[in-house]
């Protein structure tokens, strides 16, 4: 249990169905070692590296569709031939004074409340235009998916959410209705927010990239993995497909 905790770095309902024992057996034999939680560790390399908090206000609606999380995590790109990861932070001090900078990704990302279902791209900004459009294709890979109605679009209070008439149109086209979160409270948004960080951990940062084209390649095939095969805890350990069959 514990070399698969330390080579896989999953938790204990991961751990717990893959061995066949129940994961609270998994969680104190994991607490008696004194594993750090996950979420204090670096995804690649298991370090300890800080604490979180997480909240106790849990929400769930009652079908597919009915909510919908929208949001954008930036990601720095990884340069030609690796970045830090590959080569240690020493390799990149270079870098750090080069007049072209690297910039960053944009991945776009919605989540479906109840199902956990999620899409996400990878876009060169978080325009509203670009928001709007992404929402739209968003929209089709649910609705291949057996969502086919969305009633809400729930985001932050970024400009490009709430100022964006692009993004408006493209809300009443899917004849949803736009919600906000309270300013400065992201927990609110939180299934996407808890996706982003899955989202870094699994895929940006669960392997070394030499290339960004590499890393980018690699999102569609986590995703589908992500949506039919990943068990997630929050759904009784089934992958997010299941509450759509």
Same mark, same amino acid.
């Given at each position: 249990?514990?070399?698969?905790?330390?080579?896989?770095?999953?938790g204990q309902d991961w751990i717990?169905?893959?061995?066949?024992?129940?994961?609270?057996?998994?969680?104190?034999?994991?607490?008696? %070692?004194?594993?750090?939680?996950?979420?204090?560790?670096?995804?690649?390399?298991?370090?300890?590296?800080?604490?979180?908090?997480?909240?106790?206000?849990?929400?769930?609606?009652?079908?597919?569709?009915?909510?919908? %999380?929208?949001?954008?995590?930036?990601?720095?790109?990884?340069?030609?031939?690796?970045?830090w990861r590959a080569h240690g932070?020493?390799?990149?001090?270079?870098?750090?004074?080069?007049?072209?900078?690297?910039?960053?990704?944009?991945?776009?990302?919605?989540?479906?409340? %109840?199902?956990?279902?999620?899409?996400?791209?990878?876009?060169?900004?978080?325009?509203?235009?670009?928001?709007?459009?992404?929402?739209?294709?968003?929209?089709?890979?649910?609705?291949?998916?057996?969502?086919?109605?969305?009633?809400?679009?729930?985001?932050?209070?970024?400009?490009?959410?709430?100022?964006?008439?692009?993004?408006?149109?493209?809300?009443?086209?899917?004849?949803?209705?736009?919600?906000?979160?309270?300013?400065?409270?992201?927990?609110?948004?939180?299934?996407?927010?808890?996706?982003?960080?899955?989202?870094?951990?699994?895929?940006?940062?669960?392997?070394?990239?030499?290339?960004?084209?590499?890393?980018?390649?690699?999102?569609?095939?986590?995703?589908?993995?992500?949506?039919?095969?990943?068990?997630?805890?929050?759904?009784?350990?089934?992958?997010?497909?299941?509450?759509?069959?």
């Open positions: 249990m514990l070399e698969l905790r330390r080579n896989e770095r999953h717990g169905p893959e061995i066949g024992i129940p994961a609270r057996t998994v969680s104190a034999i994991l607490r008696r %070692h004194r594993v750090p939680y996950l979420r204090e560790c670096d995804p690649l390399t298991g370090e300890i590296i800080r604490a979180s908090k997480t909240t106790a206000v849990r929400y769930e609606h009652d079908h597919p569709g009915s909510l919908v %999380h929208m949001d954008v995590k930036k990601v720095g790109r990884i340069p030609d031939g690796g970045g932070r020493a390799a990149t001090v270079e870098t750090k004074h080069k007049k072209v900078k690297i910039g960053f990704d944009y991945v776009h990302s919605l989540v479906d409340d %109840h199902s956990r279902l999620a899409y996400s791209e990878i876009l060169p900004d978080e325009r509203g235009a670009t928001c709007a459009a992404f929402l739209l294709r968003a929209a089709e890979y649910f609705a291949a998916r057996g969502i086919t109605r969305i009633e809400r679009v729930m985001t932050d209070n970024h400009f490009s959410y709430k100022r964006s008439a692009d993004v408006a149109v493209a809300t009443a086209a899917l004849h949803a209705r736009q919600v906000f979160i309270r300013p400065h409270c992201p927990w609110q948004n939180g299934k996407v927010e808890r996706f982003n960080r899955t989202l870094q951990v699994e895929w940006a940062y669960r392997q070394v990239f030499f290339t960004n084209d590499e890393r980018t390649a690699a999102l569609a095939p986590w995703l589908e993995f992500y949506n039919t095969c990943r068990r997630h805890s929050a759904i009784g350990g089934l992958p997010p497909i299941s509450r759509l069959s």
